[in-house]
């Protein structure tokens, strides 16, 4: 399974005044930890996006489990379960000092920018991720 | 059960370069939604917090079914299926010109501000939304 | 001199662990108070933008005087005080309970979107507007 | 002079339909260097806030010259001019590939957070910076 992790720094703007994260602020982390994982791979969202291929979000779930806060540097490690066809799910966990804090699944389709019709999974994105999943 | 709706009208800044809704900003929506339907009840979120009661989300859900665009006015539903007792969960619709375009379910728990600790649904909730679910 | 009022709900989200609407968000604000001051001249943004006219921000100046708090209603006077040419110029007063919280003046210029190039102030935008100026 | 540079990656939540980083999300990068900043000198930000000092923004100035796009990294350099008294100001610049594309000016006073009152400067601050503006 192809798996990435990368650290984030909670910014001040990103709580709220409970002190914690605001709870919409989660998809900022899932949207930078699942661009850099695709960077990883050796592709840019920004090129998908230039070449005519957009990604957006269909389905997301959340679990909050303990609250992220100011300044906290959070490990997210995005995991991608299995070979992405029509749609692709990433499943994001994070942790702060190797306690898991939060939980997530984000479901993407591509679409063709031009003619807004939905396709499958690019060849350049199979091709990366293929070794990942062979028998 | 207890049911609201009310209008909101998407800003600019909520869009992203795909020129829809960024999918983290449906948040804000299901939170105004929410401190509106509470409001309706004759409770402000904002004086629960002030007596030491917070609601911090739990649980999200999010189905994204045609995006929300800048200047749209989103009809937004939120409903209460079930009369709250650890747990409140919101289930949210939201509609442009009478077609859904999002839904989502979001679970909050409550917690003394104070303790930390997690609490029952405060009497004057459960006393406002008795009603809607009486037998 | 062209102005307009309306009031605007601090939202959850837009708050920081100060307790306070954080810094950046005040921008929202300015951005529905100046959508809706042309609004209420017959004009929508959304119809500029849709005919190939882009209103891209050049200047923020803020001036922080009170916090604006969570669940406040926040009065906001937006001012076109000179009849615009290259630039328009909104000077943005904010107001709770009468009492003075925050000044701006934000200036933007008007672009073609297809071209990129910086264009005067449109005339149906003058139109509009020339009644409030004339001597 | 105190002066500090780092990168900042700009994210797709922070752009808007024009493309471009929406004009309100500037002040997230003006945050995020300028706590990296005060890091670089052995403070923290949230240290300073856990000892009982706020750091409310009384001004910000923002020009904007060129828009930070979708996956730029950005480099944004912090300058304190002079050593701090009542007030510490930021100048703020931006480059992508050597060329400035947006200037700042960010202004911030100290707060008790018991009392409420304006302070002076924290001697720890004056400490660390004094060197840099030795006659």
Redesign the interface.
């Given at each position: 399974m192809f798996s990435h992790e990368m650290d984030i720094?909670v910014?001040?703007?990103e709580?709220?005044?409970?002190?914690?994260v605001?709870?919409?602020?989660?998809?900022?982390y899932y949207?930078?930890a699942r661009?850099e994982a695709i960077r990883s791979l050796g592709i840019?969202?920004?090129s998908l996006?230039e070449s005519g291929i957009?990604m957006?979000?269909?389905?997301?779930?959340?679990?909050?489990i303990h609250?992220a806060q100011?300044?906290d540097l959070i490990r997210v490690r995005s995991t991608v379960p299995e070979l992405p066809d029509r749609f692709i799910t990433f499943r994001v966990e994070m942790f702060r000092d190797q306690q898991i804090i939060h939980q997530a699944k984000v479901v993407l389709c591509f679409r063709d920018a031009v003619s807004g019709k939905r396709m499958r999974t690019p060849p350049t994105i199979i091709d990366k991720l293929a070794p990942y999943y062979s028998p």
């Open positions: 720094r910014r001040y703007g709580t709220d005044q409970m002190g914690l605001y709870y919409g602020n989660y998809c900022l949207e930078v661009v840019t969202y920004r996006e957009l957006p979000v269909v389905r997301v779930e959340s679990k909050y609250g100011y300044d």
